[in-house]
């Protein structure tokens, strides 16, 4: 099983910002089969990036995914107050397929 | 539009069956796997297993394998997580969501249904 490990656990940043969020793999992602989701309060997660860099429909180009093999990022520039939300990495590539354990971003 | 509608909250006491439902429209149901995520109060996602509806080729996270049954009705475009047995570890929000490509395991999930929040209690 590939055990994804994300950091930090909480990112507190200004509107504006930049925001960096890793995901670091236990074993190589298949194809860099790799997807970040973002999750609100009561809401059910949204796919934000797939196989690693592409844009899912409908996504800012704020949003940017990149990294290959065991390592990942997300990078959010420009942040604005309706990004605040927990961000899951999502593995693909073997099974069982396996998500990271989120990353919450908070906006001051 | 792509939609996936799941049925209401369940409250349920241990020991006691259940199972829960996700219809989809907007898209072919029959040619996309389709799977259930789980979500315990205040943690994060946990991939349960997918199905597909074409064929009833159902593949099992090995947590949950043996604990829950996942299928699908593609007659009627839904698809469903059973549980035979209740525990009060299995209280948690479920959703459901379709792969992205047609066919094919290797995708992530593009559209997520609402969630069904399970309350097994005595």
């Known amino acids: 099983e590939i055990v994804l490990t994300q950091s930090p656990g909480t990112l507190s940043l200004s509107p504006g910002e930049r925001a960096t969020l890793s995901c670091r793999a236990s074993?190589?992602?298949?194809?860099?089969?790799l997807a970040w989701y973002q999750q609100k309060p009561g809401q059910a997660p949204r796919l934000l990036i797939y196989?690693?860099?592409s844009r899912a429909t409908g996504i800012p180009d704020r949003f940017s995914g990149s990294g290959s093999g065991t390592e990942f990022t997300l990078t959010i520039t420009r942040l604005e107050p309706e990004d605040s939300a927990v961000y899951y990495c999502?593995?693909?590539?073997?099974?069982?397929?396996?998500f990271g354990q989120g990353t919450k971003v908070q906006i001051k | 539009e792509v939609q996936l509608v799941q049925s209401g909250a369940e409250v349920k006491k241990p020991g006691e069956s259940l199972k829960i439902s996700c219809k989809g429209s907007g898209y072919s149901f029959s040619t996309y796997w389709i799977g259930w995520v789980r979500q315990m109060p205040e943690k994060g996602l946990e991939w349960v297993g997918i199905t597909y509806p074409g064929d009833s080729d159902t593949r099992y996270s090995p947590s949950f394998q043996g604990q829950v049954t996942i299928s699908a009705d593609r007659s009627i475009t839904t698809a469903y997580l059973q549980w035979s047995s209740l525990k009060a570890s299995d209280t948690a929000m479920y959703y459901c969501a379709k792969l992205s490509r047609s066919g094919s395991t290797w995708s992530p999930f593009d559209a997520w249904g609402q969630g069904t929040l399970v309350t097994v209690s005595s």
């Open positions: 196989d690693a860099s």
């Open positions: 074993h190589s992602v298949s194809t860099n089969y």
């Open positions: 999502q593995q693909y590539g073997m099974s069982p397929r396996t």
